[in-house]
């Protein structure tokens, strides 16, 4: 099989996650189909996904990604 690892994963009490994935460089539409498919994964283990997104480091920036 294959193994899927977001960098960063927060887990609320409530069973509910946000999933954080830290980028370089300039933005890229595979970065967020694959942060898509992390929270489709998540969702397919039983969690809520309260949030998915992108954080490119040099920039500081966020991008918060859709993915139903």
């Known amino acids: 099989g294959q ?3 977001p960098d960063r994963v927060l ?3 409530d069973g509910s ?3 954080v994935d830290f ?5 890229r539409d595979a970065y967020r189909e ?3 498919a992390y929270a489709r994964l998540y969702e397919a283990m039983g969690y809520r996904v309260r ?3 992108l ?3 040099e920039r500081n920036w966020v991008d918060n990604v859709e993915f139903k």
């Open 34 to 36: 694959q942060l898509s």
């Open 11 to 13: 887990l609320y009490g």
């Open 51 to 53: 949030r998915a997104s």
């Open 17 to 19: 996650v946000e999933i």
């Open 3 to 5: 193994e899927h690892r």
């Open 55 to 57: 954080w490119y480091v």
């Open 23 to 27: 980028k370089f460089g300039r933005r």
